[in-house]
């Protein structure tokens, strides 16, 4: 495989950061809506500090050390750092950090913050240009995830104005869900072990190296975690609707 350009690696690399950001800040800015005391915000947001320099730094230095590189076994030696990735995402959404944001985020902040996937399908299309990925994990194939992000945008602006019914929100949500889950399929099909049954020619294997690591451990997860606070935050107010839910008068 052929190394990304200096551009596309630092570029993807800012994003991941700024994504990692946005968490830190949206555990901070809870907080201050829930009334918390200074200690326990500062407490609530060394936790999202901690998590994301763990994810970061401990599958950045694994994948720059080559200790995933191994893409000939089953399942992949990166599974190993994905999966354990997964389960903290699923965890983190199920547990009382996940509940926080939940009660101290707006709904359309949670929905308008999976924006960022535009950003993610350029760079998977700047991969594709460059050689590194197949055609099929871009929009120009087999992954429309793009259409969660060019829409999040609006989305939030219709439950911000009291347009967006919350069969529509809960429809729009599982549709990002089902995009994301297809393009996480296509990339595993795509990677070495499934040559036989899925072609794709380059084979990804991108995704073992730094900081492109990043991309199913950092983004994936982000996009996943997002999807199931929104879920959670559409059952919490279940019984009562918000006024940001209702239908639009006249």
Do not use: C, K, Y
Request: glycine share 10%.
């Amino acid at each position: 495989m052929q190394a990304p350009s200096s551009v596309l690696t630092s570029g993807f690399g800012v994003l991941v950061l700024a994504v990692a950001g946005l968490l830190v800040v949206a555990t901070w800015h809870a907080g201050r809506r829930l009334g918390e005391t200074p200690r326990g915000t500062l407490r609530w947001t060394a936790l999202a500090v901690g998590v994301v320099a763990f994810v970061l730094g401990s599958s950045g230095v694994l994948a720059a050390r080559g200790a995933l590189a191994d893409m000939d076994s089953m399942p992949p030696t990166v599974f190993g750092v994905i999966l354990p990735a997964t389960v903290l995402t699923l965890v983190l959404a199920g547990s009382r950090f996940g509940e926080r944001l939940v009660l101290g985020l707006s709904l359309e902040a949670l929905v308008g913050f999976q924006v960022f996937r535009v950003a993610v399908e350029v760079a998977l299309w700047a991969l594709h240009r460059e050689g590194i990925v197949p055609v099929e994990m871009t929009f120009e194939g087999l992954n429309f995830d793009i259409l969660t992000g060019l829409t999040a945008p609006v989305m939030a602006w219709l439950i911000h104005r009291g347009r967006a019914p919350r069969a529509l929100v809960g429809a729009w949500n599982t549709a990002g869900l089902v995009l994301l889950l297809t393009i996480v399929a296509i990339a595993v099909l795509a990677s070495p072990p499934f040559a036989r049954v899925f072609e794709a020619t380059p084979r990804n294997t991108v995704i073992t190296t730094a900081p492109f690591i990043w991309l199913p451990v950092v983004l994936v997860q982000a996009a996943l975690f997002g999807h199931l606070l929104v879920f959670r935050w559409l059952r919490r107010h279940r019984a009562s609707a918000p006024p940001s839910l209702a239908p639009p008068a006249g």
